[in-house]
């Protein structure tokens, strides 16, 4: 469980930062929605390749 609510906590850290707007009440009470200015952010190959990781790595944890 702890590690699926890193994988997660990761996940919405990258969304906040690119400014889309998070819909989960616990994403918003973590990183807000103060910068909020997107629902299609556009991530570097980096942050791609990092949500990539994060989705395959929730997939094998059979996260939501």
Known sequence: AQARK???ANDN???ASEG???????AKAISGNE???TTKPK???KE?????????RQKELNCK
């Open 43 to 45: 991530f570097s190959a």
């Open 35 to 37: 910068n909020c200015t």
């Open 20 to 26: 889309i707007c998070l819909k989960d009440a616990d």
């Open 48 to 56: 791609q390749q990092r949500l990539d990781g994060i989705k395959a």
């Open 6 to 8: 890193k994988l997660q």
């Open 13 to 15: 850290l990258i969304y």
